[in-house]
Nanobody, 122 residues
Framework: VQLQASGGGLAQAGESLRLSCGAA????????VGWFRQAPGKEREFVGA????????ISSDSMKGRFTISRSNAKNTVYLQMNSLKPEDTAVYYC????????????????WGQGTQVTVSS
């Protein structure tokens, strides 16, 4: 199953974007799905994840209350809703899949998809 992130673009600070993670070649319902981001010159950061059953988590306080992860197995898609965007949210965003039980930890993920660029201007 190949994952592909989409929906990125240019936003102003305070605006919202919703990213989608689609699956080709299989059902996303079989996997826990995580979101990650990587800003220029920085290491990849775990944003959060959603379990197969729909339980979600956001990893850091800087994103809690602004970011939400959800899924629609009927649409074979996982979403990352980003509100109140800040310039420091600028990064390439990726989704990845896992079947591991420690799905709420970034280290559980491999099988990366193509990323989507999010740029937030002040």
């Amino acid at each position: 199953v190949q994952l592909q992130a989409s929906g990125g673009g240019l936003a102003q600070a305070g605006e919202s974007l919703r990213l989608s993670c689609g699956a080709a070649g299989g059902a996303v319902s079989n996997y826990h799905v995580g979101w990650f981001r990587q800003a220029p010159g920085k290491e990849r950061e775990f944003v959060g994840a959603v379990s197969r059953s729909g339980v979600s988590t956001i990893s850091s306080d800087s994103m809690k209350g602004r970011f939400t992860i959800s899924r629609s197995n009927a649409k074979n898609t996982v979403y990352l809703q980003m509100n109140s965007l800040k310039p420091e949210d600028t990064a390439v965003y990726y989704c990845a899949r896992t079947v591991r039980t420690d799905w709420d930890r970034g280290m559980a993920y491999e099988h990366w998809g193509q990323g989507t660029q999010v740029t937030v201007s002040s």
